[in-house]
Nanobody, 113 residues
Framework: VQLQASGGGLVQPGGSLRLSCAAS?????MGWYRQAPGKERELVAT???????NYADSVKGRFTISRDNAVNTVYLQMNSLKPEDTAVYYC???????????WGQGTLVTVSS
């Protein structure tokens, strides 16, 4: 399975961005991780094919993850962005057993005035 992410860019604090990630096939769980300079990669949000979602505490209430199973695409709507949200965002896919991970190329999100 291949993942193709898009939607990063430069935005001012308080602004919004929407990331998209299209998969070449069906994946049980899709989501987003991010890695800021000098930090480890961390989970941002995930969503299963059934619609169950999970968020990092740092983004709850600001980010919304959704997916369109018909086109194997996951979205991350990011609102009220903060400078600390600046990172490379990676799309992730995981199978039902949890023993296979797929990664898309990263997309850079920069929050700065």
């Amino acid at each position: 399975v291949q993942l193709q992410a898009s939607g990063g860019g430069l935005v001012q604090p308080g602004g919004s961005l929407r990331l998209s990630c299209a998969a070449s096939g069906r994946i049980y769980r899709m989501g987003w991780y991010r890695q800021a300079p000098g930090k480890e990669r961390e989970l941002v949000a995930t969503i299963t094919s059934g619609g169950s979602s999970n968020y990092a505490d740092s983004v709850k209430g600001r980010f919304t993850i959704s997916r369109d199973n018909a086109v194997n695409t996951v979205y991350l709507q990011m609102n009220s962005l903060k400078p600390e949200d600046t990172a490379v965002y990676y799309c992730n896919g995981r199978n039902l057993l949890g023993n296979l991970d797929y990664w898309g190329q990263g997309t850079l999100v920069t929050v700065s005035s």
